[in-house]
């Protein structure tokens, strides 16, 4: 599917996510594509499809670290391995929650802007 490596997929997210920030940020400033509902309703929807995978994705992150961990093959620089596995799988389980919670907010926002129009 690709050539790059997972880290730089994630850079690539983040990048596009910076340049929608700065797409939108000007909505009176004639962007042809970014001045109706309609073009609301895309960008949530879009941004709702990557809520929805995100949980995926960081299941992955948490699969790998545990494959490497049951190998033995895991040390800390601090040598805190214990506390820094714990605050990992911690940290992924709130994120992986934090984003099912995102994709249902943006759900219900793509379903709110769904019947709203631009009024000439």
Do not use: C
Not at 2 to 24: F, V
């Amino acid at each position: 599917m690709t050539d790059k490596t997972p880290a730089q997929l994630a850079d690539d997210a983040y990048e596009a996510l910076r340049a929608l920030n700065h797409a939108t940020i000007g909505w009176n400033r004639g962007h042809e594509d970014w001045q109706f509902p309609g073009d609301a309703y895309s960008v949530v929807g879009n941004l709702s499809q990557t809520a929805m995978v995100l949980p995926q994705a960081l299941e992955q992150i948490e699969a790998l670290v545990k494959h490497l961990e049951s190998g033995e093959n895991l040390r800390s620089d601090r040598n805190t391995l214990d506390t820094d596995l714990a605050a990992t799988y911690e940290g992924l389980a709130e994120a992986k929650a934090a984003a099912q919670t995102l994709f249902e907010a943006l759900n219900r926002a793509h379903s709110g802007l769904s019947p709203i129009a631009y009024k000439d």
